[in-house]
């Protein structure tokens, strides 16, 4: 189905440019005036009139035919048979999974089945009835566009400015991905602060989002949201993986920048930045594999309390994760700094050693601390290797060897499965979200400024 | 003023006297020290590498080989066709169960006892059943013969053949009894067992079984993903990078587009996940664990990427290009769409590839839009259920069972050759196509 209709829409895209454009290349006998665009501009022209229409058409019933539909058979659904309101949107959901053939674990009797069929037909139906606007569209589409390809008409003007159009609308798509971050989240996570207190979410330091653990809360038996332990994990992990990165990527980016021959920095540099490739799940894997019983033994060994999902196995190789991030932007960094102070301080005597810790870094250092920020960021955003290593329970810990769990292993944990989107466990996962955005949005802010102070400061 | 008089050390001190040569020596101890913590700092960070992709490949080569025991067995009619009508559809309703059991028992007549004989049946995988079936139906003069059927081994079977359980542990730490073992190497003694090449990993999907499971289906829904992100982030990442680069005014929008690209390609991925639940499923209602959401979801990730080095390639056309069609009265779109953008275009190939990498090795955000269930069908289209290669991969290394382990190695071994191979399409694009100006 979706196949046929990008056909039909390319085959009517080509049929209409090629008719434009042969309309304004046969240059009637009569008509002795030049076109005042390039013939092809003409075809473009005739193409958006019979092209746009139809599918801006289609675009607005697919986002509207979801909530369209479901008013119609919500009446029949509540007439037909005895479903509460509050649960209407749930039989829905499973109305339209029978429609499109799949199963349902409910059971429900065999009117919804009716009701399933109905709803069928009416798509169908509703499908047609698009279908058939769509063409009367494109037909008035291109009956207009024809009736102003003459000579006199500025086509090309007229492309170029749907064109530019198209290009603003692109340009505006990252403006609408970050508002629909904000408003998703901030919408969830307030239906989320009106079951459940802000402050409690915030300060709270029990997170057990399964247990009924305070009789008195509206709700009970919805658990407790309080932030505090997976802040706490957080930030262990995110810790310690700075402590493997920070010295191992700066140290590797100042010998890259400053000692290293350039056949040397062509190799190894590459090599590095491929440890920023690997995709996270294979950290992840190789965390909870092979980094964290080794991390157990030595845990036991040294006799404290060791959990298999330690806090450090996660943290070490996330730590190695980030290191690409670290030498990389640190090596951009460093070789920013300009030659006369390196000449400078060579002049006096200095070694490169001395060169290096007494000029080159404290001028590089708001740089390298915007690299390090911009990597704490990654680090705490980070996901799979936490949900494959570190642990699901909340702990407030300070032992290392010892299982946390983070914000973002609970986002993942809480919403796979489960998708009952009135529940309090469900919606506190955007309430950490906003958490996690907020976050990372202030690091990266302040990260960002940093660099580009830098980088103007040198210029 | 001499030198004297403010006490400066001369030449001679700093370099000729005892002190002087302890300082100096000192200073050089320390630049030598210097350098080597920066090659170990390189070496680590190398180290770590070739440790993790020695440790993936040591533990993942091995699902690349399948094993399979050689059995006698039967059809019989009664068993394979009691109705005797020899359709297709017939051969399908046969008792493979029984039929697979018969024919262990025919090679080991000598097992007996309850759990012996369980012990036996568990040699062979639930996929020799199908195996045996599609047998039959593919040839249905096999009926009433007697054949020597190299049949799919259990994934204990597998697991002990391939040397991961080890024969002298105490017998209730194994999965593999003794009594099995006696049966292994009898098979062993007759040439009854073997390693072939796994072909059923890359044409199976995933499956209970994990001497059945596959990657197929992984690899189509990965695929599938792909393709819907480059579909969209390509035009749109392309079309945003010419209009910041090109004809933007500077005014506070565009100011607003540039901070907001910068933070989206710091965003955390699991919050596109979240985006993509809450406004493509809850709101638009499109289809859950579909690679149509997954691809959209992975192309409002990938689009910052594309943006940046697309601007970053525009940027290098020396504007010399621009004015020369400026001059001969092209039109500001027609400079930039008919001579900038083709010279650009191999550096907007280039990030748009490394950008499709990055794509193709996320996981969270396909897990908070469903794409985690358990597919045991190759998706077909891109509204179908679907997961995907890294998802795959999670998914095996969260079993328990120890032949996923495996398994999930050597899913990760396809992926990094499928990543490799695009970075060195990128790499080779680059060089092929670089220009200096």
């Known amino acids: 189905m979706v196949l046929v209709i990008v056909i039909a829409v390319l085959g009517l895209a080509y049929l209409t440019f090629r008719y434009g454009r042969g309309r304004a290349l046969a240059r009637p006998a009569g008509m002795p005036d030049r076109y005042h665009s390039l013939p092809g501009y003409y075809g473009y022209y005739a193409m958006l009139w019979a092209v746009v229409p139809p599918v801006l058409i289609l675009i607005g019933w697919l986002i509207l035919e979801p909530s369209l539909l479901r008013g119609m058979i919500e009446q029949q659904l ?74 006199k008409f500025r086509a090309r003007n007229t492309v170029e400015r749907v064109v530019m159009a198209a290009m603003l609308f692109s340009a505006c798509i990252a403006i609408l991905t970050t508002a629909g971050i904000v408003l998703s989240l901030l919408f969830e996570a307030i239906l989320f602060f009106n079951k459940y207190p802000f402050f409690d979410f915030l300060f709270g330091t029990t997170w057990s989002p399964q247990a009924a653990l305070r009789a008195d809360q509206a709700g009970s038996g919805e658990g407790t949201f309080g932030a505090i332990p997976l802040l706490a994990g957080t930030a262990m992990i995110s810790l310690i993986a700075m402590i493997v990165a920070v010295p191992i990527g700066l140290m590797a980016a100042i010998y890259l920048a400053e000692y290293a021959s350039p056949r040397m920095r062509s190799t190894a540099k590459p090599i590095l930045e491929v440890l920023a490739g690997i995709p996270t799940v294979v950290y992840g894997f190789f965390a909870a594999i092979t980094v964290a019983p080794l991390f157990s033994n030595l845990g036991s060994w040294v006799d404290i309390p060791t959990s298999p999902d330690s806090a450090i196995a996660a943290g070490v190789v996330m730590g190695i994760m980030i290191i690409p991030f670290i030498s990389s932007l640190s090596d951009d960094v460093i070789n920013a700094v300009p030659q006369s102070m390196r000449d400078g301080s060579y002049a006096l005597g200095a070694t490169q050693s001395e060169t290096i810790r007494k000029v080159l870094m404290p001028a590089a250092l708001p740089g390298i601390m915007g690299a390090v920020l911009l990597a704490a960021s990654r680090a705490i955003g980070e996901t799979m290797i936490v949900v494959m290593a570190a642990g699901l329970v909340a702990n407030l810990t300070a032992n290392p060897f010892e299982a946390v769990t983070t914000v973002t292993v609970q986002i993942a944990t809480l919403l796979v499965g489960d998708q009952e989107f009135d529940s309090a466990k469900t919606l506190s996962v955007f309430a950490l979200g906003l958490l996690l955005f907020i976050i990372t949005l202030i690091l990266n802010l302040i990260a960002l400024r940093i660099v580009r102070k830098y980088r103007e400061q040198y210029e | 003023m001499s030198e004297a008089a403010l006490n400066l050390p001369t030449i001679a001190d700093v370099s000729g006297s005892a002190a002087g040569q302890r300082r100096l020596r000192r200073r050089y101890a320390a630049e030598r020290r210097f350098r080597l913590y920066g090659l170990a700092g390189i070496a680590l960070g190398i180290a770590f590498l070739v440790v993790m992709l020695v440790n993936i490949v040591s533990t993942g080569w091995s699902a690349f080989l399948q094993t399979y025991i050689q059995v006698d067995v039967t059809f019989s009619q009664d068993l394979v066709d009691p109705s005797g009508a020899n359709t297709a559809e017939a051969l399908r309703q046969g008792d493979y169960f029984t039929l697979l059991r018969d024919s262990l028992k025919q090679t080991f007549p000598a097992v007996s006892g309850r759990s012996e004989t369980r012990q036996l049946y568990a040699l062979a995988s639930v996929g020799a059943e199908h195996q045996l079936r599609n047998m039959v139906i593919a040839d249905p003069s096999l009926v009433g013969t007697t054949q020597k059927v190299w049949l799919l081994a259990s994934d204990d079977l597998d697991m002990f053949w391939k040397g991961y359980i080890d024969r002298d542990a105490p017998e209730d730490q194994r999965r593999v009894p003794d009594s099995q073992i006696a049966l292994i190497d009898q098979l062993e003694a007759r040439g009854a067992i073997t390693s072939e090449f796994n072909w059923d990993f890359f044409s199976n999907a995933d499956s209970r079984e994990p ?58 991925s699991i919050i596109f996940g979240l985006l993509g639940l809450a406004v493509f499923l809850n709101f638009f209602g499109l289809p859950r664990s579909a690679p149509l959401v997954g691809g959209m979801v992975l192309a409002l990730m990938t689009l910052p990427t594309i943006i940046i080095a697309s601007r970053a390639a525009l940027k290098s056309v020396p504007p010399s290009i621009r004015e020369a069609a400026l001059g001969l009265g092209a039109s500001r779109q027609q400079a930039m769409l008919h001579h900038v953008m083709p010279l650009a275009l191999p550096g907007i190939l280039t990030g748009t590839i490394i950008g499709m990498a990055q794509a193709l090795g996320e996981t969270a955000p396909l897990l908070m839009i469903g794409m985690v269930a358990f597919v045991a069908e190759v998706p077909d289209g891109i509204t179908s259920p679907a997961t995907a290669l890294p998802v795959q991969v999670f998914m095996w290394a969260g079993s328990a069972e120890q032949a996923y382990q495996e398994k999930t190695s050597a899913a990760i071994m396809v992926l990094l050759v499928f990543l490799i191979l695009m970075n060195a399409f990128a790499i080779w694009l680059r060089k092929k196509f670089e220009r200096r100006w």
């Not at chain 1, 339209?96 to 065999?110: I, N, Q, S, W």
């Not at chain 2, 059945?212 to 690899?219: L, N, R, T």
């Not at chain 2, 829904?221 to 910041?244: D, H, N, R």
């Open chain 1, 78 to 151: 509540l007439g037909q048979m005895t479903v509460d309101s509050a649960h209407i949107s749930l039989v829905m959901d499973d109305v339209r999974r029978l429609a499109m053939g799949e199963t349902v674990l409910r059971d429900y009797g065999p009117g919804i089945r009716e009701v399933a069929a109905d709803y069928n037909q009416l798509r169908y139906l509703a499908f047609a009835c698009v279908v058939a606007i769509m063409a009367a569209a494109a037909a008035a589409g291109f009956i207009f566009a024809r009736s102003r390809i003459v000579p």
């Open chain 2, 211 to 268: 001497e059945m499971a596959g990657i197929a289906a992984g690899v189509v829904g990965s695929f599938l993903t792909l393709l819907v992100t480059l579909l969209l982030s390509l035009p749109i990442g392309v079309a945003t990078a010419i209009y910041l680069e090109e004809f933007a005014p500077k005014n506070w929008i565009t100011d607003a587009i540039e901070v907001n690209i910068n933070n989206l390609a710091a965003v955390p």
